[in-house]
């Protein structure tokens, strides 16, 4: 069993761009992602872990459930969606104890009407399905900047394999879910040549697509064009969205030139009314 702690409050209002309100039900992650992972980062340097190795030894919030029964009904009237996780991995690979809770945490917020955004480098549960249980405005997510196997055992060492968690989001889309892609932190050219229209051609079945740079790594400095690489890709990735009709969101800081006329002028009527109607704040955009 996974160690446990108990914690003062969950929800919480997030400052991540296209975000609403928050929770973390796990301290720590077993993914063991060297890109580096910023959550890791930032826990070590308040002091609330010493190590990587203490990070990749996840707890479980134990008082998640009645810390919710407490906050649903002082937050419910503000809460647009709730977001999972930003600093754990709610489908955390090989860790059914984690899934569990996840499980739970979504079935309570759906039968209070609150709409949750999931995003996971594990395998999504097609406990998900159920939507007696889940509700169908739910929208899930998987993190995907690679097809490379090698390249995800270097630098996503424990978490599922890139075609696992396509295969299980795919499921989910067939199920007539929601379903989106966090195509960051993508990787520069001298980590590992990939062609992105592949990518992007595998994931031609979902509603959204996020794209960002890989931040917080030396090799992204060391790679001279990076500036222009970021710039080439973003567009591409929005070029192929709205060819596909999928919503996009390119992440702040990825583009450093300025497209914002292109996008304030795109004809939202191509786009994919899914997300349109959606109350997840997600629209075709640009930050910069």
């Given at each position: 069993?996974?160690?446990?702690?108990?914690?003062?409050?969950?929800?919480?209002?997030?400052?991540?761009?296209?975000?609403?309100y928050?929770?973390?039900?796990?301290?720590?992650?077993s993914?063991?992602?060297?890109?580096?992972?910023?959550?890791?980062?930032?826990?070590?340097r308040?002091?609330?872990?010493?190590?990587?190795?203490?990070?990749?030894?996840p707890?479980?919030?134990?008082?998640?459930?009645?810390?919710l029964?407490?906050?649903?009904?002082?937050?419910?009237?503000?809460?647009?969606?709730?977001?999972?996780?930003f600093?754990?991995?709610?489908?955390?690979?090989?860790?059914p104890?984690?899934?569990?809770?996840?499980?739970?945490?979504?079935e309570k917020l759906?039968?209070?009407?609150?709409?949750?955004?999931v995003?996971?480098k594990?395998?999504?549960?097609?406990?998900?399905?159920?939507?007696?249980?889940?509700?169908?405005?739910?929208?899930?997510?998987?993190?995907?900047?690679?097809?490379?196997?090698k390249?995800?055992?270097?630098?996503?060492?424990?978490?599922s394999?890139?075609?696992?968690?396509?295969?299980?989001?795919?499921?989910?889309?067939?199920?007539?879910?929601?379903?989106?892609?966090?195509m960051?932190?993508?990787?520069?050219?001298?980590?590992?040549?990939?062609?992105?229209s592949k990518i992007?051609?595998k994931?031609?079945?979902?509603d959204?697509?996020?794209?960002?740079?890989l931040?917080?790594?030396?090799?992204v400095?060391?790679?001279?064009?990076?500036k222009?690489?970021?710039?080439?890709?973003?567009e591409?990735?929005?070029?192929f969205?709205?060819?596909?009709k999928?919503?996009?969101?390119?992440?702040k800081?990825?583009?450093?030139?300025?497209?914002?006329?292109?996008?304030?002028?795109?004809?939202k009527?191509?786009?994919?009314?899914?997300f349109?109607?959606?109350?997840?704040?997600?629209?075709?955009?640009?930050?910069?």
């Open positions: 069993m996974l160690p446990k702690i108990y914690r003062k409050s969950l929800l919480y209002r997030s400052n991540v761009e296209y975000a609403d928050c929770l973390n039900h796990v301290e720590g992650c993914n063991g992602c060297i890109y580096p992972c910023y959550a890791m980062m930032m826990k070590k308040c002091g609330t872990i010493k190590n990587y190795s203490e990070w990749l030894k707890k479980i919030v134990a008082n998640a459930l009645e810390l029964d407490k906050e649903i009904p002082k937050y419910k009237n503000k809460i647009k969606f709730v977001h999972l996780c600093s754990t991995d709610p489908f955390m690979y090989k860790q104890e984690v899934i569990d809770l996840t499980l739970k945490i979504i759906n039968l209070n009407k609150i709409k949750c955004t995003l996971t594990g395998i999504l549960s097609q406990k998900l399905t159920n939507k007696f249980k889940y509700s169908d405005n739910n929208e899930y997510g998987i993190t995907i900047v690679s097809l490379d196997e390249f995800q055992e270097l630098y996503e060492p424990f978490a394999s890139f075609k696992n968690r396509i295969d299980s989001l795919k499921k989910l889309h067939n199920a007539g879910l929601r379903t989106w892609v966090s960051e932190p993508y990787p520069t050219p001298n980590i590992v040549t990939q062609d992105l992007l051609k994931l031609s079945f979902v959204k697509i996020v794209f960002g740079r931040n917080y790594n030396h090799l400095s060391d790679y001279k064009d990076s222009n690489f970021y710039n080439t890709c973003s591409q990735v929005i070029d969205c709205e060819s596909n999928i919503i996009y969101h390119i992440k800081g990825t583009i450093t030139v300025n497209k914002t006329e292109r996008i304030i002028d795109t004809n009527s191509r786009l994919n009314p899914f349109n109607k959606s109350n997840s704040g997600w629209g075709v955009g640009l930050a910069i």
